[in-house]
């Protein structure tokens, strides 16, 4: 019974134009807002992701080592004759470390950084994104299918070569959340 309702959850999830809210996991990561809208600017998402560091990444940060959260879009074109065709992809990277001469965290995106004095400052900033266009005004008519694949994560390729041997099978440093979500007509 368990297995069936499973394949139905995920046969759900994998529909475009479903958007789904993710259960809180074993990583310990929640999408818990995702939409998508068309403008005149573009296609602009918004998310809202809820999560916490464990104590492992804690840890790691105060000893110096710096991690890096990516936040990767796909705008995608659905088609019945053909796979769905990429229309846009959008990321932002994150670089997040810990000053401890200064006693500040500091956040690095597009080569710009900002100080903050509390980690739940930055963590703060990372959980949210509003309006980030993530592709140019969407071609064709409005009768076309649109959707988003969305993916957030920590990722553990930026760490030091040692350090990923070493992390094989720790649940505490895989933090991802993905979901799709359509992109609705314009009002």
Known sequence: MQRSTAAALAAILAQPGRQAL???GRSGIELARLSAQRSDEGVLLSYEVRFDLSRDIEQALY????VVFVAEAEVHKSRWYWTDQVVATATRR???AYQPLTRQWRLSFDGLSRHYSRLSEVLEVLRHGIQWRIADALPGSDSEDYYVDFVF??????????????LGGQSDWDLIV???TSVPLPR
């Open 22 to 24: 993710a259960a809180p």
């Open 63 to 66: 000893k110096g080592l710096s």
């Open 153 to 166: 994560k920590l990722d553990t390729s930026e760490l030091p070569r040692p350090m990923q041997f070493g």
């Open 178 to 180: 993905q979901r799709r």
């Open 94 to 96: 994150w670089r997040l």
